[in-house]
């Protein structure tokens, strides 16, 4: 059974770095994909940056310069971190596995919501 | 970059009623397109992938069209568990997706 679980520190202090770990159950980070999508309170979906099966990267190019998303295929976890962190980085982050047949996301995990402030 | 318009921001409608969504792509994407489900509190579902295809489990209420660039998320009878927020995604310039800017959904 395919699932994802994201963990994190819930808040984190403006200008500081935030660490989070997707793990997942299911499948093996070897075989495919996992993204990282952020959602800001009421509002929508934003593509942060995806690690590659084969461990490659790519990062949304408004992120690019505060994002690092890293893997440790023996543990099936990844990690995002994210410095230099503002009030407007408040937002629940999910972790998503894709499917690269029409390329989509198939399989969401539950969200974590991190909030920036002092 | 490509943009997806999606429309209407919000409806509502009465059970049984028909729904349509509809996301326009700023460009040709093929049928490049997914919608999903989002219920308060929880992580997107996935409905619909390459445009038309129904994903595992999802009732077959749903369906998806495209014409040309535009793209259709239909509702044929709406049941009381259909509210949310309903987002599609291209997945033409993956990994650059980019998603529509939702509609929420509600019962009148």
């Known amino acids: 059974q395919v699932q994802l679980k994201e963990s994190g520190p819930g808040l984190v202090q403006p200008s500081q770095t935030l660490s989070l770990t997707c793990t997942v159950a299911?499948?093996?980070?070897?075989?495919?994909?996992v993204h990282w999508v952020r959602q800001p309170p009421g509002k929508g979906l934003e593509w942060m940056g995806v690690?590659?099966?084969?461990?490659?990267?790519r990062y949304n190019s408004a992120l690019k310069s505060r994002l690092s998303i890293t893997k440790d295929t023996s543990k099936s976890q990844v990690f995002l971190k994210m410095n230099s962190l503002q009030t407007e980085d408040t937002a629940t982050y999910y972790c998503?596995?894709?499917?690269?047949?029409?390329?989509?996301?198939?399989?969401w995990g539950p969200g974590t919501m991190v909030t920036v402030s002092s | 970059d490509i943009q997806m318009t999606q429309s209407p921001a919000s409806l509502s409608a009465s059970l049984e009623e028909i729904v349509t969504i509809t996301c326009q792509a700023s460009?040709?994407?093929?049928?490049?397109l997914a919608w999903y489900q989002q219920k308060p509190g929880e992580s997107p579902q996935l409905l619909i992938s390459?445009?038309?295809s129904l994903a595992d489990g999802v009732p077959s209420r749903f369906s998806g069209s495209r014409s040309g660039t535009q793209f259709s998320l239909k509702i044929s009878r709406l049941q009381v568990e259909d509210p949310g927020i309903y987002y599609c995604?291209?997945?033409?310039?993956?990994?650059?997706?980019?998603f529509g800017s939702g509609t929420k959904l509600e019962i009148k």
């Open positions: 998503a596995r894709d499917n690269d047949n029409y390329w989509h996301f198939d399989f």
């Open positions: 299911g499948f093996s980070l070897t075989s495919y994909n």
């Open positions: 690690i590659w099966n084969t461990g490659g990267t």
């Open positions: 460009q040709d994407i093929g049928n490049w």
């Open positions: 390459g445009a038309t």
């Open positions: 995604l291209q997945g033409y310039s993956a990994p650059l997706f980019t």
